[in-house]
């Protein structure tokens, strides 16, 4: 009986669909495909060592730093005093689907981070890392966080089995260690990175990642469990995509995908500079702490 | 004609004529060729380590004498690790503890001096000391005055703020501000190379020093960075790295330089498959009466001992025990606490 009316179901979901997709189909000889699009089959320059050459400075031109999903722009922390400096743009979702698949069960804390985002308290180590975004307290950002934020990164990539990538958001690093077995010896804030070459795409798997960083400011966030796969695969001469895929059985219900394209930094000498954010953190974390008085 | 020629050749024979009896500190005997990279530069890549006790500046009760002979090396090693190491039995229990909870995070390799058995790594001047100073205009000398002041109170245990501790405490910057000195932990420096770029990992605090070997200008004088700004090129096989354009925060450029006229000049060769001489310059007329330079070997790693992230600022729980530490002991009346930090740095 509960099959039977299942399978009524489908088929009168699976005639509608039909309807649907020929619609767009039949309109869609008259009209080109929609957006720009990457070269077909197009193949990287090469690298000493045969690989697709990945050197340069790289920057993600998406807004996901302030929400991985669809969000409107939003003004600053304090707007009576900023005016619209600090404002956030509004950007459309990079997750595969829209939404994050978060566990009925995860979503509180996802509210809770977003309300405490600007709060901190380092006044017990037990709860030092308890509130507010790690961005907001100039922490390492971890990956993918690192890839999305509004600064550039450079990739330096030589013969030997490393590959450096450096992020200009505080003089972070992470050394991509090709087909190495060796596992995570501990947690780290940029976790430990494993490249290897599939065709033209660099993937990495990063396991190992602290379970304090953020995906955004929005407070979406994951468990020590996050398990992050990469792809970095060249797309033009000034392109490559990016694409990772996120897994943490903790919070999420199933593994999804994030991607969007890197654009590469033309400007003549361009160089990675220094986004050195402690000091402008340490009034917000530790003067609080001031002797009464002291400047 | 003849005799010409041989004035001209003269004092250049005895300059080679010195080089070979009395090599750099630290070369390989013979001339050693690096392996290149497939775009034709001196490969320098790999994980080194630059720990070292030999002191930067030659300590007072070893003379005047520059390179020791085995039996004083050794004297002098030993004596040099019993003051660094906190394996030893002769503070009682609790003290035994206290070393042994420090010792298990410390680099061993801090307790040999350099293998070529110098007193110093400073090279030159001879007398292996940083030179004088010139005398100071009255706004350096208040600076000084008040770094001074605000590391006596770190030290007594009773700072005021955050800002009476130093950048490194404050996980600003540590070792990865050139020069680099060796220190009590994370002496490791990995290298990269990619055409046109040599980059410089420092451990601690996982920065990269990207340097541009393609001849390209500075940045703008304007523009200064805790790193300052470096330009490479090769000399031979060394790397020849100038670094300019530093902030101008007191107590970023060591012991105080004025960023204003200071320049480094470091000098990388491989001289052997797992030893580079890292050799540094500095020059600040407005600072010291003459430039100095020092010499530290940087020895290669096990392959498989790699470098792992050191995070500073994410769990610095020490900034705010410091703080809260001070404020009770103001509480209680207290003038100074034991000395809170007295590793030798």
């Known amino acids: ?295 | 004609m003849r005799v010409r020629v041989l004035t001209f050749v003269g004092p250049f024979a005895v300059a080679v004529a010195l080089a070979l009896v009395a090599p750099a500190a630290g070369q390989a005997p013979k001339k050693y060729n690096p392996p290149k990279t497939p775009w034709g530069d001196p490969d320098l890549q790999g994980v080194w380590n630059d720990a070292t006790s030999t002191p930067l500046q030659r300590p007072t009760n070893v003379g005047e004498k520059g390179v020791l002979s085995d039996e004083e090396a050794e004297d002098f090693q030993k004596s040099l690790a019993h003051d660094l190491t906190r394996d030893r039995r002769d503070g009682g229990n609790a003290a035994d503890v206290n070393r042994a909870y420090n010792e298990h995070w410390m680099d061993a390799r801090r307790l040999k001096i350099t293998a070529d058995k110098r007193t110093s790594l400073i090279v030159e001047p001879a007398d292996g000391r940083i030179p004088a100073l010139v005398t100071l205009p009255p706004e350096r000398e208040r600076v000084r005055a008040s770094r001074a002041a605000a590391a006596a109170r770190f030290a007594a245990g009773l700072p005021e703020n955050y800002t009476d501790m130093s950048w490194p405490v404050r996980c600003v910057v540590r070792t990865d501000v050139p020069p680099y000195l060796p220190t009590i932990y994370n002496n490791n420096f990995q290298i990269f190379q990619s055409p046109g770029y040599v980059t410089i990992a420092p451990e601690m605090i996982h920065s990269a020093r990207i340097i541009p070997v393609d001849g390209r200008p500075h940045l703008n004088k304007r523009l200064r960075q805790w790193l300052g700004d470096s330009r490479g090129r090769w000399e031979g096989s060394t790397l020849v790295v100038e670094t300019t354009n530093f902030k101008p925060e007191e107590g970023v450029l060591f012991l105080g330089a004025n960023p204003a006229t200071y320049t480094i000049t470091e000098r990388f060769t491989r001289v052997a498959a797992d030893a580079i001489n890292y050799e540094f310059t500095v020059t600040d007329p407005t600072t010291w009466s003459k430039p100095w330079t020092a010499l530290i070997p940087w020895n290669k790693v096990d392959p498989g001992e790699q470098m792992f992230e050191y995070a500073c600022h994410e769990d610095n729980f020490d900034i705010v025990h410091f703080l809260t530490g001070a404020r009770v002991r103001e509480k209680n009346g207290e003038t100074a606490a034991q000395p809170a930090r007295n590793e030798p740095r």
């Open chain 1, 1 to 295: 009986m509960q099959l039977r009316r299942s399978i009524a179901f489908l088929g009168v979901a699976g005639t509608v669909a039909f309807i649907w997709l020929a619609v767009p189909s039949l309109v869609g000889q008259q009209r080109p495909a929609a957006g720009p699009q990457f070269p077909a089959g197009y193949r990287s320059a090469r690298a000493a060592d045969g690989h697709p050459d990945l050197n340069g400075i790289w920057q993600a031109m998406v807004t996901a730093n302030w929400d991985l999903e669809d969000h409107e722009a939003q003004p600053g922390p304090h707007p009576e005093l900023n005016g619209a400096y600090g404002a956030g743009p509004a950007g459309q979702s990079i997750v595969e689907g829209g939404e994050i698949p978060y566990k009925p069960e995860a979503l509180a804390r996802r509210k809770a981070n977003f309300e405490n985002r600007l709060k901190v308290d380092v006044s017990e180590d037990k709860t030092w890392h308890a509130l507010g975004d790690p961005e907001l307290k100039c922490y390492l950002p971890g990956v993918p966080r690192a890839t999305y934020m509004p600064f550039p990164f450079q990739i330096v990539q030589g013969t030997n089995p490393y590959i450096l990538m450096a992020y200009e958001f505080t003089s972070a690093t992470r050394i991509i260690r090709m087909d190495w077995k060796q596992n995570a010896p501990t947690d780290s804030w940029m976790g430990w990175s494993r490249g290897r070459w599939e065709g033209d795409t660099l993937v990495v798997d990063v396991t190992g990642q602290r379970e304090e960083t953020w995906f955004d400011r929005a407070g979406n966030y994951h468990s020590d469990a996050l398990h992050v796969v990469e792809r970095y695969t060249p797309a033009s001469p000034y392109h490559m995509m990016y694409e990772a895929t996120i897994e943490d059985p903790n919070v999420f219900t199933r593994p999804w995908k994030i991607s969007f394209p890197l654009y590469r930094r033309m400007e003549k000498n361009l160089q990675l500079l220094e986004f050195k954010c402690v000091p402008f953190t340490e009034e917000l974390l530790f003067g609080k702490f001031r002797k009464p008085g002291a400047r």
